[in-house]
């Protein structure tokens, strides 16, 4: 039978071997990587040097910073640049396209308040932005009840109404009130100077708007030309909610109105700045300016949507190229994009719209020194560098600029190398496991057959076959080959000696044997003293003994030659072994023998003489080794292809050890009492010679019920038909 191992073989050693190759995909790696750092340096260089160019256009030009006023407020304004026009219809939908940078006032900003104050009663959202020559402020304001002001009333705060106070460029101070209408009007008045008035002095026509009312109180937008801004600016909401009295309840505020000092300071952009950065900016870069202050005086560009390559344009290949670029992009490219960090414009830009700037580079730069920093953004999927060089007016530091550039392209270039080497080293790869594959499986298979002639030489038995084919192959393998069949073939010339040794024992004994028989006979029939008699008849039983080992010896080989020479019919196992049964009726007599045999005719493909012999060997054994007068039962069971020819007797187990061995030649485990009759261990072997040329097998287990010893023979069957009859179930011999 072929035995199956498992170890760790010539494929498995050269699969090892090869993993060495894996050290060059790491090397690779490694090379790209420290190209990666090299185009980073290179980058980090660039970047520096458009920030020192731009510094250098505006170094020495003190209109551009605001000097004075060195201290930063929380209520400062901040007015951004709008990248689109601002449509005055009371909708905040364009507002909302340009970013939700508006903030929030609430109780906390109370100016007045003659009531109880609730979120619902009044509460409002501003934001103001720049566009040309107009600045933009938008409210969205919660008023649980609405009050127009009515067109006859001479005063401007009888109604809910917006309050602006403006510090104007030449120091001054004007207050505005503007009014809501029917209709989604408004109207602007300035008001006279004084913390108390409410006198209107002319209506202001520069000053326009428009609002609309909400489910939760009302949107007010309004346009104001840059001209009337100066340094600071207020603006708050008053609310009346008595249609009767018309008296202001509330009045929030983004900072106090009523004088200069309470107006929260307004921060424009330079527009100016704004002009130099657009004639030096880069298309792959953003570039900040800002004061000493940290405050962002103008912006340009964008760190998204940079022009960036993301595959080198070559020529289209051709041939087998072709075949491994398409295999490339079709299957590669996708497990590349999932293992490999793709570069994206899709990352959280927490910076974009900043109206003032920290950080180390920053620092470093408004203290003088040119300072550089990488970053992740906030959700890890850009990196983004930073250089920042200081802006000298004379010797002291009034700003920086700060350059702006994801790694995106470098990125792009890492992934493309990345991907062409790992490319090539698979096929390379393929290629070389490919070809290690089918040489490891040559010389494997080569193995294997090797083996398996060695195994076919030797049956279970140990008895040889047949001779080994020497290869003809020159190296180790077949040396090897050539060996072994070298050894079999000796084995085989001292195997066949020694299996023919008991023949010719049996052959050269029996003629000393019939000389010692024929002068003991002569001898009995002399007149002998009755003190020789004795001697003589000893010597007669030890003569027999040796005949009987003879013709043991010489009964296993010439069953052996049998064997190969019989002819086999078709045959009823129950009927040969109920005939057997009936024969042992007589001699075994009084021992009792219970036959069991099932309702059909079982028909086998052999030799009945060598299976009456196997039941013979089986029904001795079972005599021998038999309590007395117990029942030894001998039954015939059928399955869906083997019938088992079973023979049970009650006494000592067998010994587990012994289990496996008691069907081999000379083994026998019956105790030495003295017995007359020698015991050579052949009957077994001979059970189970006569079952192997059935194509069957003999095995012996212990019996539990009663205690013994079940010994059976399996037996393949080629057809089982039912009986007209039932033959008898127990058959007992007493």
Request: charged share 25%; hydrophobic share 40%; glycine share 8%.
């Amino acid at each position: 039978m072929k035995r199956f191992r498992y170890g760790f073989g010539i494929r498995s050693k050269l699969v090892l071997l090869s993993g060495l190759l894996l050290t060059i995909p790491w090397l690779g790696y490694e090379y790209v990587s420290e190209m990666e750092k090299f185009l980073r340096q290179g980058q980090e260089k660039t970047l520096a040097g458009t920030a020192r160019a731009v510094a250098t256009a505006l170094h020495d030009r003190p209109k551009l910073f605001d000097v004075a006023d060195a201290t930063v407020g929380h209520s400062d304004v901040y007015v951004r640049s709008l990248p689109a026009s601002i449509q005055l219809d009371g909708r905040l939908d364009d507002w909302n396209e340009h970013g939700d940078f508006a903030r929030s006032y609430g109780e906390g900003d109370l100016l007045e308040n003659s009531a109880v104050h609730t979120p619902a009663s009044l509460s409002f959202s501003h934001n103001v932005g720049r566009l040309g020559k107009y600045l933009y402020a938008m409210f969205l304001v919660n008023d649980n009840h609405i009050v127009l002001r009515s067109t006859k009333s001479p005063r401007v705060d009888r109604g809910d109404h917006l309050r602006v106070a403006i510090a104007t460029r030449d120091s001054g101070f004007t207050r505005y009130a503007v009014t809501l209408a029917e209709g989604g009007a408004i109207a602007a008045y300035q008001l006279a100077s004084g913390l108390d008035t409410t006198q209107v002095v002319r209506v202001e026509t520069r000053l326009r708007g428009v609002w609309r009312p909400t489910e939760q109180g009302y949107n007010l937008e309004i346009r104001v030309p840059i001209s009337m801004i100066g340094t600071r600016v207020g603006f708050a909401v008053a609310d009346v909610d008595n249609d009767g009295t018309h008296e202001i309840e509330a009045v929030i505020g983004t900072s106090g109105t009523d004088t200069i000092e309470e107006l929260a300071r307004v921060f424009i952009p330079s527009s100016e700045i704004e002009l130099i950065l657009k004639g030096l900016m880069r298309t792959t870069s953003r570039i900040w300016v800002v004061d000493a202050r940290h405050r962002v005086l103008a912006q340009a560009g964008s760190l998204k949507g940079q022009d960036r390559t993301d595959r080198i344009a070559i020529a289209p290949p051709t041939g087998l190229m072709h075949v491994l670029q398409r295999a490339e992009e079709q299957v590669l490219r996708p497990v590349y994009a999932r293992v490999l960090r793709q570069p994206t414009d899709d990352f959280r830009d927490e910076l974009s719209e900043a109206s003032q700037l920290a950080g180390r580079e920053i620092a470093g730069a408004l203290s003088g020194s040119l300072t550089t920093r990488w970053r992740l953004t906030s959700d890890n999927r850009a990196v983004i560098l930073s250089a920042a060089h200081p802006i000298w007016i004379d010797d002291q530091v009034m700003g920086a600029v700060v350059v702006e550039e994801t790694t995106n392209a470098i990125l792009t270039v890492k992934n493309l190398a990345l991907e062409r080497l790992f490319t090539i080293i698979l096929a390379v790869f393929l290629i070389g496991a490919l070809t290690l594959f089918i040489f490891a499986a040559r010389i494997s298979s080569r193995i294997r057959r090797l083996r398996d002639e060695a195994e076919r030489a030797i049956d279970a038995q140990g008895r040889f076959r047949g001779v080994m084919a020497r290869s003809r192959a020159s190296d180790e393998i077949g040396d090897l080959s050539r060996s072994f069949s070298s050894i079999m073939d000796k084995l085989h010339q001292y195997t066949g000696y020694l299996e023919s040794m008991a023949t010719r024992l049996s052959h050269e004994l029996r003629t000393p044997i019939a000389v010692v028989r024929s002068s003991l006979d002569n001898l009995k029939l002399q007149p002998l003293p009755d003190e020789a008699r004795v001697y003589m008849e000893r010597a007669q039983d030890g003569l027999a003994r040796l005949t009987s080992i003879l013709t043991s010896m010489s009964e296993a080989t010439r069953l052996e030659q049998i064997l190969q020479n019989s002819e086999r019919e078709r045959f009823d196992l129950c009927k040969v072994v109920a005939g057997c049964v009936e024969g042992y009726k007589a001699a075994y007599t009084p021992r009792a023998i219970e036959l069991r045999l099932p309702g059909q005719t079982v028909w086998l493909n052999g030799a009945p003489d060598l299976i009456a012999q196997l039941l013979d060997k089986l029904i001795e054994n079972a005599i021998d080794f038999s309590r007395a007068n117990s029942v030894i039962v001998v039954e015939i069971g059928l399955d869906a292809a083997d019938a088992y020819l079973r023979v049970i007797n009650q006494g000592p187990p067998l010994p587990k050890e012994m289990q496996e061995r008691l069907f081999e030649s000379m083994v026998s485990i019956r105790p030495h009492k003295g017995s007359s009759e020698p015991h050579l261990g052949l009957g077994l072997y001979i059970v189970r010679l006569i079952a192997g040329f059935h194509g069957g097998q003999a095995y012996a287990q212990n019996h539990h019920d009663p205690a013994g010893v079940a010994v059976t023979v399996k037996l393949p069957i080629i057809e089982v038909e039912e009986k007209s009859h039932n033959w008898t179930a127990h058959t007992q011999v007493s």
